[in-house]
């Protein structure tokens, strides 16, 4: 087993300038969404309304397929289903895709947001030591949900504001690793 992983470590470290290469693209691109956020935005959006559609046709093709052998294999074949329509929907009309997707993210916010503080509450309730910070985090999340959702605007930005940091952020670390990986290499 160890050996596999060093022989893994030195193929991976022989070619260590292409983790950095892929690290200043995605720094490349993490600075150009800053510099762009509408068109960067509506990219997202489209990016947005493609994933739905091509989520909605693997699950259908998953619920198909294994009719035989899944109970309740209705309720994937359902939701594929579910799915296909939104993104035939979202890709015919652009527009609706701008406009859903920040409601979208502030209710999956919200959603996660509700679990954190349920979580909370039962770390509470098994006398787990740091259970209010995440009850704290649960209700700052839950605040953020509402204001994306009352300001479709601000969630737009957000939104946008995070992919970017996401990508230089990940682009960093690439690069980072690369460098680390080099330094193996010598």
């Known amino acids: 087993m160890e ?15 292409l983790l950095a290469l892929l690290g200043i693209a995605l720094i490349l691109v993490g600075i150009w969404v800053f510099m762009t956020p ?9 990016l947005f309304a493609v994933t739905f559609l091509f989520t909605g046709i ?18 994937s074949l359902a939701g594929g289903i579910v799915d296909f329509l939104i993104g035939v ?22 959603f996660r947001s509700i679990m954190a ?3 909370s509450i039962a770390l509470k309730k098994q006398h787990v030591q740091s259970w209010g910070s ?7 999340g839950l605040i953020f949900s509402f204001i994306m959702l009352w ?5 737009g930005m957000t939104i946008v504001f995070y992919t970017a940091a996401s990508f230089i952020v990940i682009g960093i670390f690439q690069v980072y690793l690369s460098l680390r990986l080099r330094k193996l290499k010598d």
């Open 3 to 17: 050996t596999q992983v060093l022989g893994n470590i030195r193929k991976t470290v022989k070619y260590w300038y």
């Open 38 to 46: 509408l068109a960067s935005y509506i990219t997202l959006s489209m």
């Open 58 to 75: 693997m699950e259908l093709v998953y619920a198909i397929s294994n009719r035989k052998s899944l109970d309740n294999w209705g309720w």
């Open 89 to 110: 929907m979202l890709v015919a009309n652009p527009q609706i895709s701008l406009l859903v997707l920040p409601f979208y993210v502030g209710f999956a916010i919200l």
């Open 117 to 119: 503080i349920g979580w």
């Open 134 to 140: 995440l009850l704290g985090i649960g209700i700052i």
């Open 151 to 155: 300001n479709p605007i601000f969630a």
